[in-house]
C-alpha cells in the first residue's frame, strides 16, 4: 500500500531498461512458434485463448485465485511485459496497480484494454468517468470484446487474421447462448430470494444482465473498509428477505461475510455460506473453473442452490 | 428496524470489542508515553505484518488466533532487535526505532507482494491487517481480544507500584535492587501485546494511535499515575465507542480509521481545556502573570508568548 507507488515507479525503471536491451538484441529475437501473448488476469487470458487458439501463446500475469485491484507488480513481471508482443489487459481500472506500468508499456508495446472497446453507454458508471471494471460477468457483454482481440492478435499475425475472426464470431456466439441459459436458471429462484449478497461488488453487471439483486459489503474495489452502517443494513436486507444463503469470492477475504453470517443467525435467520464464487480470477488447472463459460455456469450454479432450495 | 430498540447485533459485538481494546491500549500505553518510548509501539505494530504473513505461509490457516500469534511472535522479535541495536551498536533510541519499523514493515510488504505474486489460494485480504477490519468482528473475536485486553490491565494493576518507579526514577528503582531492565521490557512487551490485540481493530498502521493518543491526552488532565491511567482508559474506550457510533450511523465510514480521528478529537479537546497544562489555562496564567506586571513598573510584551 505504502510502497505500492514507488514500487510500480522502480518496475517501470526495470521494464524500461529490459526494454531498452530487447531493442538493442532485435536482430536476434528468440524462437518460439507464433506471436506471445501477455494477459494480465486469467479471464483476459480466457478470452484470448479462446479466440487465437493454438497460433498464439499467452500467459496470464496474475494467476487463479489472484485479486487484480491490489496486485502489484514484480520486475518479473515487467520483464514478461517487456518480451510480449502484445499486451491484453482488462481495462477500466481493473489492474489499479498495474495501469502505470501498462500505460508506459503502450509507448513500446501493443496494448489492448479489451473492456475499454465496449460501448460507454453498456457501462455501469460508478462516479463520473469511472466504469465498474467487472464486464465479463455479462456473457452477452463480454462477447463485445472478441473482436477488439480477434484484430489485436491480427495485427501480430497476419496470416491467422481470418481464422481469428472466425474464432471471435464462433466464440461470441457461444456467449450469447449461454447468457440465455444463465438467465433461465437463475429464473427459477423464488423472485423475493433473488438477492446476491457477497463481499464486494463485482458482480453489478452479472446482476444486471441475469435479473437479480447484487449487495456486496465492500465498495467496488476491494481496497476499501466496510463500515459498521454497512455490515447492519445487509443484516437487515438478510433477515428481511429471509435469505437462505450469502456468497463468498475466490479472491477477496471473507471476514465481513463472516460477520454478517453470525448478525443474521443472531437475529434468527440461519445463514449458510452459498459456496466460493468465482470473481476476479478463474479456477487454477482441475478447479473445473479453467474457462470463463465454466465458471458463469458455476457461478450460477452454486448462486441457484444457495438460494433456490430450503426453507 | 426500529431505532429505538435495542442496537445491532454486529454493532454490539464491535462496540464491546472495541472498548475493551480501547481501555487497556489506553492504560498500558501510558507507561510507553511515560517513558518517552512512545514510538516502540509504532516499531512493534509495523512488524506485525510480517508475523501475519509468516503465519499463514507456515500453517496455512487464516484464523484470527494464528493470524495474531504470528503478529506476537513478530512484534516480540521486532522489540528484541530493538533493544539489541541499541545496546550493542550504540545507536540512540530513535534511530534504532525508526531501523526496526523501517526494516519490519519493508519484510512484511515484501512477503505481502511474494504471496500474491505466486498466487497462494486464500492470501486474499491478508493487506486488511495493514487497514483492519473492525467492522467485521465476530463474538469470537470479540471474546478473545476483551480476554487478552482484561488481562493486559490486570498485569499493569498488579505492578502498578514497581512500573511507576522504574518509569519516574530509575536509578532509584535499580538502587533498591530491582531488576529495571527486565522491568522494562516487560512493560515493553505488554505494549506489544496491545499493539497485536488492536490489530483487527485499528490495523498495523493506526493501532500505534490507540497507545499513544488516549496516554497524551490524559496526561494534559493529571499529575499522577493512577488517575491518568484511568483517564487514559476511559478516553480511549469513548474514542472507541465513538468511532464504532459514527460507523455505525454513517454508511461507507470505515470503522478502524473513525476511532483514531475520535481519539485525536479527545486529544484535541484536552489540549485546549484541560485545567493548568491546557491552552487556556495556560493563556489566562500568562494572561494573569501580565497583568500583574503591568500593574509594576516592568512591561515586557508576553501577553501571546505561548502562541
Redesign the interface.
Known amino acids: 500500500m505504502y510502497f505500492g507507488l514507488s514500487k510500480t515507479a522502480w518496475g517501470a525503471r526495470l521494464l524500461s531498461a529490459f526494454a531498452a536491451a530487447i531493442a538493442c538484441s532485435a536482430g536476434v529475437a528468440p524462437g518460439g512458434d507464433g506471436p506471445r501473448v501477455v494477459a494480465t488476469t486469467t479471464v483476459v487470458a480466457d478470452l484470448v485463448r479462446q479466440v487465437a487458439g493454438d497460433r498464439v501463446t499467452v500467459d496470464a500475469l496474475m494467476g487463479p485465485g489472484i485479486d487484480p485491484h491490489s496486485y502489484k507488480a514484480t520486475p518479473r513481471d515487467a520483464d514478461r511485459l517487456a518480451r510480449a508482443d502484445l499486451v491484453v489487459a482488462s481495462g477500466l481500472h481493473l489492474e489499479g496497480k498495474l495501469g502505470e506500468l501498462l500505460d508506459r508499456l503502450g509507448r513500446r508495446t501493443r496494448v489492448v484494454a479489451v473492456a475499454e472497446t465496449l460501448p460507454r453507454d453498456r457501462l455501469l458508471e460508478v462516479a463520473p468517468g469511472l466504469y465498474d471494471p467487472h464486464v465479463w460477468f455479462d456473457a452477452r457483454l463480454w462477447s463485445g470484446c472478441a473482436p477488439a482481440v480477434a484484430e489485436a492478435v491480427a495485427a501480430a499475425d497476419a496470416d491467422g487474421a481470418e481464422t481469428f475472426r472466425q474464432r471471435a464470431r464462433d466464440y461470441a456466439a457461444r456467449l450469447v447462448a449461454l447468457d440465455d441459459e444463465l438467465r433461465a436458471r437463475i429464473a427459477t429462484i423464488p423472485a423475493e430470494r433473488r438477492v446476491l449478497v457477497t463481499a464486494h461488488d463485482a458482480f453489478r453487471y452479472f446482476g444486471r444482465a441475469y435479473g437479480i439483486d447484487v449487495v456486496g459489503v465492500q465498495g467496488t474495489s476491494t481496497e476499501s473498509e466496510a463500515g459498521l452502517a454497512d455490515i447492519n443494513r445487509l443484516v437487515d436486507l438478510i433477515v428481511a428477505r429471509k435469505l437462505p444463503a450469502v456468497f463468498v469470492e475466490t479472491s477477496v477475504s471473507d471476514r465481513n461475510v463472516e460477520a454478517l453470517r453470525e448478525g443474521a443467525r443472531a437475529r434468527g435467520q440461519p445463514v449458510t455460506l452459498g459456496g466460493r464464487l468465482y470473481s476476479d480470477s478463474l479456477g487454477g488447472p482441475g478447479s473445473g473453473g479453467e474457462t470463463l463459460e465454466a465458471v458463469l455456469r458455476a457461478n450460477v450454479e452454486a448462486i441457484v442452490s444457495g438460494l433456490a432450495g430450503g426453507r | ?1 426500529s431505532p429505538a430498540a435495542a442496537l ?4 454490539l ?2 462496540a464491546a470489542a472495541v472498548a475493551a481494546v480501547g481501555f487497556a491500549a489506553g492504560v498500558v500505553g501510558c507507561f510507553g508515553v511515560l517513558r518517552r518510548r512512545a514510538l516502540v509501539g509504532d516499531a512493534a505494530s509495523h512488524a506485525t505484518l510480517a508475523g501475519v504473513v509468516s503465519a499463514f505461509l507456515l500453517t496455512g490457516r487464516r484464523d484470527l488466533p494464528t493470524l495474531l500469534a504470528g503478529a506476537f511472535v513478530a512484534a516480540l522479535a521486532g522489540l528484541a532487535a530493538l533493544v539489541a541495536i541499541r545496546r550493542f551498536t550504540r545507536t540512540r533510541d530513535d534511530a534504532a526505532t525508526a531501523i526496526v519499523l523501517g526494516v519490519s ?2 519484510l512484511g ?1 515484501a512477503l505481502l ?1 511474494g504471496l ?13 491487517f ?10 469470537a473475536d470479540a471474546i478473545a481480544l476483551a480476554g487478552v485486553s482484561a488481562a493486559a490491565v490486570l498485569v499493569v494493576w498488579l505492578a502498578l507500584k514497581e512500573a511507576t518507579l522504574v518509569a519516574f526514577d530509575p536509578a532509584f528503582a535499580a538502587a533498591c535492587g530491582w531488576p529495571v531492565p527486565l522491568l522494562d521490557y516487560a512493560l515493553v512487551a505488554l505494549v506489544a501485546v496491545m499493539v497485536v490485540v488492536g490489530l483487527p481493530a485499528a490495523g498495523a498502521v493506526l493501532v500505534t494511535a490507540l497507545v499513544v493518543i488516549p496516554p497524551v491526552a490524559a496526561r494534559q488532565w493529571t499529575d499522577r499515575v493512577a488517575p491518568m491511567l484511568l483517564l487514559a482508559g476511559t478516553l480511549g474506550l469513548v474514542a472507541a465507542l465513538g468511532g ?1 457510533a459514527a ?12 476511532i483514531v480521528l475520535a481519539a485525536a478529537a479527545l486529544f484535541a479537546v484536552s489540549f485546549f481545556f484541560a485545567p493548568e497544562r491546557g491552552w487556556l489555562a495556560r493563556r489566562r496564567m500568562l494572561r494573569d502573570v501580565a497583568r500583574r506586571i503591568a500593574a509594576g513598573t516592568l512591561t515586557p510584551d508576553e501577553d501571546h508568548a505561548d502562541g
Open positions: 428496524m445491532p447485533y454486529n454493532t459485538v464491535v514493515f519493508g510488504i507482494s500474491s505474486a505466486r498466487g497462494v489460494a486464500g492470501a486474499g485480504g491478508l493487506e486488511q495493514l487497514m483492519g477490519h473492525t467492522a467485521a468482528l465476530t463474538s464504532v460507523s455505525a450511523l454513517v454508511p461507507r465510514l470505515p470503522t478502524g480509521p473513525t
